[in-house]
């Protein structure tokens, strides 16, 4: 199956502005996350789909192949959505959403991701790796429960599963999973969750992938060994994800 990789990448971010173009390792975001792509060897196509002319700009400077899409989309999948529409990339069966803030994105996470889709198995596929303690009490960390197949039950911002009697402390940790933002769609399911209206539960939890899981679309969630990083939100984040890039270049030397 063909398969198709978008970056959507969004310049109005609020917790850390300008978020595309600020620097990690002296380079733009945006265009460390799609030299990860690319290292991924996961797409036989990868894009970057913006919706700001000075995110293009850069993109095209460094060589990347860029979309401008519209101001107006709610959300990543939203942007991803239009450029499957486009004519140029009608003939891909299986699109994958890799975040614009996910510069670190571990490589079994996104091929495991993909897999769920390029398998048949689900319409829907995404990831999940071991929480540690703090991840499962932070509001700001995704957990998700899965059934014995794979497919996702819930995904919430409140830790869970919960533990009610401690006793059981020792069969509770394995089935905390904090979710990984990378999505892989088929074509024609990418086209149903843009379709539905949002869900009460998507809007409570503020967590876009409740509308299609309440919608009975099943989701495949791969299992990633461990969480190497998460997105990069804040001044924190980009900071310790710039450590963590002088890490990587030390170890390499």
């Not at 595309?20 to 789909?49: F, M, N, T």
């Not at 533990?163 to 904090?178: C, F, G, I, M, Y």
Request: charged letters at 25%.
């Amino acid at each position: 199956m063909s398969t198709l990789a978008v970056i959507p990448a969004r310049l109005g971010a609020t917790r850390l502005p300008r978020k595309p173009l600020r620097l990690l390792g002296g380079s733009p975001l945006v265009i460390r996350v799609w030299q990860r792509a690319l290292a991924l060897s996961l797409a036989d196509r990868c894009v970057i789909a913006t919706d700001h002319p000075d995110v293009a700009a850069v993109a095209r400077e460094a060589g990347a192949e860029c979309v401008l899409t519209s101001s107006a989309h709610p959300s990543g999948t939203d942007r991803v959505a239009e450029v499957a529409t486009h004519r140029e990339y009608a003939g891909y069966d299986v699109i994958v959403n890799i975040q614009g803030d996910e510069p670190f994105i571990p490589m079994e996470a996104a091929r495991g991701a993909a897999a769920m889709v390029t398998s048949g198995r689900f319409v829907l596929g995404t990831a999940s790796a071991p929480a540690s303690r703090n991840a499962y009490d932070d509001p700001n960390v995704v957990k998700v429960v899965c059934a014995d197949d794979g497919r996702a039950l819930y995904f919430s911002r409140a830790p869970i599963p919960f533990l009610r009697d401690t006793a059981d402390a020792a069969a509770h940790e394995p089935l905390v999973r904090q979710h990984v933002g990378v999505y892989a769609y088929t074509r024609a399911a990418l086209a149903a969750w843009v379709a539905l209206p949002p869900h009460p539960l998507e809007r409570v939890e503020r967590l876009e992938q409740l509308r299609p899981l309440a919608a009975g679309m099943a989701i495949g969630v791969a299992p990633v060994r461990e969480m190497l990083s998460g997105g990069i939100d804040t001044e924190d984040d980009l900071r310790r994800a710039n450590e963590r890039w002088q890490d990587l270049i030390a170890e390499r030397v």
